[in-house]
């Protein structure tokens, strides 16, 4: 059983930046992908990033070049740096472990076997 903790949440001003952290606590062996996803109520949840244990990331556009995602194997946790944020960016971001690598992983599918409470991120303009 593997669980995680969101951190680094708060309310920021356009233009600002915040770093996520997720603990996982638990075995997670690869293969794997781990992940950030965001939703805001009335919506689907949409991935962010993800990075799998190959090492590939992949990002959703409207992030791209603004946030970087990022893991620490020796600390078990999950890292996304959020640059440049916009008021787009308000939502709930949940940190999520998928016990395999597939192509869930690239295309960000919400399918993954483990997920944190989530952390709010507020973007003021």
């Known amino acids: 059983q593997v669980q995680l903790a969101e951190s680094g949440g708060g309310s920021v001003q356009a233009g600002g930046s915040l770093r996520l952290s997720c603990a996982a606590s638990?075995?997670?062996?690869?293969?794997?992908?781990m992940g950030w996803f965001r939703q805001i109520p009335g919506k689907d949840r949409e991935g962010v990033a993800t990075i799998g244990s190959d090492g590939t990331t992949t990002y959703a556009d409207s992030v791209k070049g603004r946030f970087t995602i990022s893991q620490d194997k020796a600390k078990n946790t999950l890292y996304l740096q959020m640059n440049s944020l916009k008021p787009d960016d308000t939502a709930t971001y949940y940190c999520a472990v998928d016990g395999v690598l597939s192509h869930y992983c690239y295309t960000m599918r919400p399918t993954f076997d483990y997920w944190g409470q989530g952390t709010q991120v507020t973007v003021s303009s």
């Open positions: 638990g075995h997670i062996s690869s293969p794997y992908c």
